[in-house]
């Protein structure tokens, strides 16, 4: 390890790739996560890490000199760091051991360069049941969510969500406050959601995990909230759609992409309230008509699906 507990990879990686304020004034922007994918190849081709472009003689091999400025960049990282270790954030790469294997093995070099987060990292490789669905979900549609996740808690079984009102913050409060455990995908502020009370029992407690592909200062983006669909999906073992846009919005796009890449088995509440919900059933997803506290336990119900 090496400043403030970063690995010397994630060092490397977070100097290249992360924003600590200020960038826009800055010659060169530090590096997407397209450019990280293209650099990961050159080093992979020879038998580098990032953290040999740490070193004058790696740095050498590369002649860039974006790179030579962000790798100049210690101060900087060093201060924004501190205002995160503060609040119990981490950061891994993707070349850290504790990096989830599932982003990896389903998203390759699509996979983020980094991730940031606030919890037990353990709960990166749990698995469990991606609960998506509309910012402005009715009562009924948030209820049945809170019951579906209640009952992924008494089976064991994480829930994996993208941190929005909703049906987001619905799936992840049901799962937690029925003492299993969630997994929040935030596309925007994580650094203030890891300090805010409705978070802090949960992660305190070991049932919550917040992480972010973002910057955690990062604000609300509308491509940040679409792009992040695919790491919630990536990161669970089936999915569930409560409720969906037709032909439109984060929810149906998200669904359409992981029906298209095949990451998890797709469901799709029916009867649902949303008018998206029988088009994507009929574009490939599975109708999901469990009825919670009916007897059936939801893992067998996936089973014989």
């Not at 980094?114 to 009562?139: E, H, M, P, T, W």
Request: glycine fraction near 14%.
């Amino acid at each position: 390890m090496s400043m403030q507990g970063l690995s010397a990879d994630a060092e490397a990686v977070l100097l290249l790739c992360g924003r600590f304020g200020g960038e826009r004034q800055e010659t060169f922007q530090p590096l997407s996560n397209q450019d990280y994918a293209e650099l990961a190849k050159w080093l992979n081709l020879r038998g580098m890490r990032p953290a040999d472009l740490m070193s004058a003689a790696g740095r050498e091999q590369l002649a860039s000199q974006r790179i030579e400025f962000l790798l100049q960049r210690g101060t900087a990282m060093a201060l924004a760091l501190e205002r995160w270790n503060r609040a119990g954030l981490w950061v891994l790469s993707r070349g850290d051991a504790e990096y989830p294997k599932a982003l990896k093995r389903r998203l390759k070099h699509a996979a983020p360069a980094l991730l940031y987060g606030a919890g037990d990292q353990a709960l990166l490789d749990r698995g469990g049941l991606a609960i998506v669905g509309s910012r402005d979900a009715g009562d009924a549609a948030l209820a049945f969510t809170r019951q579906t996740a209640a009952e992924c808690a008494r089976e064991g079984m994480a829930v994996v969500s993208g941190g929005a009102r909703g049906v987001d913050t619905a799936a992840m409060q049901g799962a937690v406050e029925a003492g299993g455990q969630a997994v929040g995908v935030l596309a925007n502020d994580l650094l203030k959601a890891s300090v805010s009370g409705m978070n802090r029992a949960g992660l305190q407690a070991g049932r919550l995990l917040l992480v972010s592909p973002f910057h955690p200062e990062a604000g609300f983006l509308a491509g940040n909230a679409m792009g992040r669909n695919k790491y919630i999906y990536a990161l669970a073992d089936r999915a569930l759609v409560i409720d969906s846009a037709l032909g439109s919005g984060g929810t149906w796009s998200g669904a359409l992409e992981a029906l298209n890449e095949n990451w998890a088995p797709l469901y799709v509440r029916t009867p649902g309230d949303g008018p998206g919900n029988a088009a994507l059933v009929g574009k490939g997803g599975i109708a999901f008509d469990f009825v919670p506290g009916r007897g059936e336990a939801l893992g067998e119900y996936f089973s014989r699906g």
